[in-house]
């Protein structure tokens, strides 16, 4: 199984000087430079029409695990990355009010950046802002739930990333949106990862090579079915340390990152994305490239479930 870009390399700096946002003050310039540096030249696919990005953080920021690293890091890359490639435009923003219906119809993706916690619950401040629609935290959610889950039906599209998959634990529908529940991360070293399709667009940037990357690494259980989503990336257990303590899978199904299909909706997900050094990996960065254009409807690729 060679090892091919995929390996974690460290990417000479650029001489470009870039003044950090606000929002990425624990961004180093170092790191900007490294995640500059390896942004993909080109989009796989051109837009059919101009494309917006809602970069949604979590509003639980203070208890999120990911605090000040990976999601600074993270929010930078899908901001340049839309616009050194000209696939989106992207917005960033953690506040509830965001997710009303009129606010999310002018975007054609939801990016979720590792946001975690039961972010679709506003906090009580919010409440003012929503009163038009409701008068208590139950009534609130409620409706934002409905929101969130009527722009996927419609078309909108859904990427998320590693403990984004962890977020909402009190929204079962959540869970069947994105395709599975959080069972823990058994490792956090190299680990090998095979392609379980590897004919599909959306694995392109691989070549047709399994390979291995140092990351922290989920399991997932229900309602995680191969008969829901199609898998793209899984654990190769013949070359992962199956030693490791608190596995429990039995059946050696360790999906890492799969798609589907939600009404005229597409979702993406993908469990790589702990480390800060994944954020200027090259390999990576255009998979996820891709998959944004995956859910933004500019790049094609199978959904049913293999």
């Known amino acids: 199984m060679p090892r091919l870009s995929i390996a974690i390399a460290l990417i000479a700096c650029i001489g470009t000087v870039l003044t950090p946002l606000p929002a990425d003050a624990q961004l180093t310039q170092d790191q900007m430079q490294r995640i500059q540096a390896a942004m ?5 696919a051109a837009p059919r029409q101009p494309r917006k990005l809602l970069i949604w953080n979590t509003p639980f920021m203070d208890e999120s695990p990911h605090k000040g690293y990976t999601i600074p890091q993270s929010e930078y890359a899908f901001k340049i990355m839309g616009d050194k490639t000209g696939a989106y435009q992207a917005s960033v923003s953690d506040d509830p009010v ?3 219906p009129d606010n999310l119809k002018q975007f054609d993706a939801i990016l979720l950046n590792n946001a975690n916690g039961p972010w679709i619950r506003p906090k009580e ?3 003012p802002k929503l009163k038009q629609y409701a008068s208590t935290q139950d009534e609130a959610e409620q409706f934002l739930r409905k929101s969130f889950l009527q722009y996927i039906s419609d078309g909108g599209g859904l990427f998320a990333f590693h403990h984004a998959i962890g ?7 959540f869970k069947e949106l994105i395709g599975a529940g959080y069972w823990g991360h058994p490792w956090n070293e190299e680990v090998g990862v095979k392609l379980d399709a590897p004919g599909d667009p959306l694995l392109a940037v691989f070549q047709g090579n399994n390979f291995w990357i140092a990351d922290e690494i989920f399991q997932f259980k229900e309602p995680y079915s191969r008969e829901k989503v199609r898998v793209l990336l899984s654990l190769d257990v013949a070359n992962t340390n199956m030693t490791v303590p608190w596995i429990h899978r039995k059946d050696s199904d360790f999906a890492l990152a799969w798609v589907k299909q939600v009404d005229q909706g597409r979702v993406f997900y993908c469990a790589i994305g702990h480390r800060t050094e994944i954020w200027w990996n090259q390999t990576i960065l255009k998979f996820y490239l891709d998959g944004l254009q995956f859910v933004m409807n500019d790049l094609d690729s199978p959904t049913d479930p293999k």
């Open 167 to 173: 977020g909402n634990n009190q929204w079962p529908e």
């Open 40 to 44: 993909p030249e080109q989009a796989s």
């Open 125 to 127: 401040e919010i409440l």
């Open 98 to 100: 965001m997710l009303l």
